[in-house]
């Protein structure tokens, strides 16, 4: 494989892993700061929640409520919706690594997914029509769907990510700081062995930033990896909980079943 080729294959792993991380959250935890608003309480009299608590609590509405996100991370920008009751989510992802340039369209329902790639020049070598959806049924890739992993089954990437935090510390409640132990992340968010080599110490201390909204759900989430790699960072939003997502699957004219080239591209980890 061709170092491009690399290229594009790293790209669109990254891609789908920021897609699971904005399209899926979290169960675990109590109920975030937002229960407190439909009370008749004050503020004062609730209890005081501690800020990693807060922050597990934060992404509860991910798996429960459709919402918006947007994500960024060294050379890709995306955005996309999510549907958790529908088992759907969308996402629009461009950017370049090694000069490779790329953009990618992903459609989620239930175990299906449509994919439309443009990788310019690599079109031709891996068989892939700009202007087609491919198909890929993620339940028929069996244990190699990790990165296909979407809405309704299994770990995500935010609740991978938070399985590493080390501390939280917040003054106003909303905006949470802290470290994670990224050799103790999970699922799609898992890091390869190879790069926690490389990494060393500083993967077990790496920088985040949370912001929650005034109901207590995750509104930001920034991971600093700048201390590992130059220029490595993670930034996401969420935005518009409860709104419709708008997520249908393509016509079926436009749709031909991935290549094997594809899916095993999007197998990697």
């Known amino acids: 494989m061709t170092t491009r080729r690399i290229a594009i294959a790293s790209l669109a792993a990254l891609a789908v892993v920021g897609f699971a991380a904005g399209c899926k959250g979290t169960t675990t935890g109590a109920a975030g700061g937002g229960a407190s608003a439909g009370t008749g309480g004050t503020a004062s009299s ?5 800020p990693k608590d807060a922050l597990v609590a934060s992404t509860k509405q991910l798996s429960q409520t ?6 960024t991370s060294t050379g890709l920008t995306g955005s996309g919706a999510s549907d958790p009751a529908s088992k759907s989510a969308s996402m629009s992802m461009s950017g370049a690594q ?8 992903l459609i989620k329902v239930d175990t299906d997914i449509y994919l439309k790639m443009d990788a310019g020049q690599l ?3 891996l068989g892939v029509s700009p202007d087609k ?3 890929i049924d993620a339940a028929a890739m069996g244990a190699n769907n990790s990165v296909l992993s979407f809405p309704g089954g299994g770990d995500t990437d935010v609740n991978g990510l938070l399985a590493g935090v080390v501390n939280v510390q917040s003054t106003d409640g909303k905006t949470l700081t802290g470290t994670l132990d990224l050799t103790k992340a999970t699922g799609n968010s898992a890091v390869s062995a190879d790069a926690l080599s490389k990494a060393g110490a500083k993967a077990k201390a790496v920088p985040f930033t949370a912001v929650l909204d005034d109901q207590g759900r995750l509104s930001s989430l920034k ?3 700048s201390g590992i790699q130059d220029g490595l960072t993670v930034n996401m939003t969420f935005t518009d909980y409860g709104k419709p997502a708008g997520i249908s699957k393509p016509d079926s004219s436009s749709v031909v079943e ?8 999007f197998q990697q980890k």
């Open 46 to 50: 609730a209890p005081a929640v501690a």
């Open 66 to 71: 459709s919402y918006h996100y947007t994500i």
């Open 98 to 105: 090694q000069g490779t340039s790329m953009k990618l369209d």
């Open 123 to 125: 079109n031709s070598q």
């Open 133 to 135: 959806w491919m198909h």
């Open 223 to 225: 991971i600093d990896g």
């Open 258 to 265: 991935a290549p094997d080239t594809v899916q095993k591209m």
